[in-house]
């Protein structure tokens, strides 16, 4: 048996026994992140061509939506803001209308024009004493998904205010393991987990013909798993980058901003959401984040065939109605 830690304390449990195909994955850095690609497949030739292409459609995705690389369509959307409307690909369109979707269903909590606090909120260490007060509503007043404006006719995108911007970090991942996956499966790969820092798309089986399985950290003893979740045929996502955030005035403050106020959440440590669409849980598990533990499982619980776990600051464990959790490997 052969544990895999994921980003925040999950364990993704891998049992070679019996063989439908062998093992290959590949662990590289991509979108600034961790990508683990593993295909299942009884020819290695397959096998490598799949995670190669995998990591071809992930370094596209990158150049579309980064918001770093000042040439990228997300870019020329920023730099125009409050200027004019930016022509983009019918993809990178799509893309913004279904996050904008996420924004009405989460009455603003997720909201992908959060970037214009990017200046002031720093989460590589660099940031010592909390920006001023006025300084953070000033920037909180750019952030409304109201004013992105989408013309599906001919695919243009403008942000109607001066110092807006958008950004997809809590989002892009999960498309991006998306997009992986549909590669890899057109590609002959039936079996197969992408797994893009802890947002994990995974599909068909294990080798030894099991269902691919996450298991859960116990929150107060790391190294205990206290219980399994089975991944048929979806994502498990987590939110909650341990390694990213900021300590001020004694309390820590994670790298999610809440629209509402213009500072990073505080109350919850993590949040897991299991559903078929790694998208759509990598967009939620941001949201119940700015929700809170109240709302946003009452969110998760109005969805059907959504289900997530959330681990708060004092690592208590809540989880969704029909989430079924199991202590067995
Ligand atoms: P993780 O990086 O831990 O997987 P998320 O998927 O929740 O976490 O993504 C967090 C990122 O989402 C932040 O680094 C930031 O880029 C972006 N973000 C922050 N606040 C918001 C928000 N209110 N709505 C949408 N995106 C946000
Ligand atoms: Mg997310």
Known sequence: MRAIPLAIGLLILANPLVAQGQRHNKVIKLMGSRFEITAIHEDAQTAWDGIN????????????????????????????????????????????????????????????????????WKFDGSMATMPKADVVKKAASKIDYKNIELVDSNTTVYLKEKGMKIGFGAIGKGYAAQKAKEVMITLGIE??????????????????????????????????????LDVNNGAIVTSGDYERYVMLDGKRYAHIIDPRTGYPTTGIKSVTIICPNPELADALATSVFILGKKQGIELINQLYGIECLIVTDEDKILISNNLELSDKS
């Open 53 to 120: 292409a995998a990591i071809a459609e992930i370094t596209r995705i990158e150049k579309l939506i980064s918001s770093w690389d000042p040439n990228s369509q997300t870019s020329k959307i920023n730099q125009n803001a409050g200027v004019s409307a930016v022509k983009v690909d019918r993809e990178l369109f799509e893309l913004i209308s279904r996050a904008i979707r996420i924004s009405n269903l989460t009455d603003g909590a997720f909201d992908i024009s959060y970037a214009s606090m990017d200046r002031i």
């Open 191 to 228: 079996n197969g987990v992408v797994n893009a820092a802890g947002d994990l798309a995974a599909w068909g089986r294990q080798e030894n013909g099991e269902h691919f399985k996450v298991g859960i950290a116990d929150p107060k003893n790391k190294e205990h798993i206290m219980s399994w």
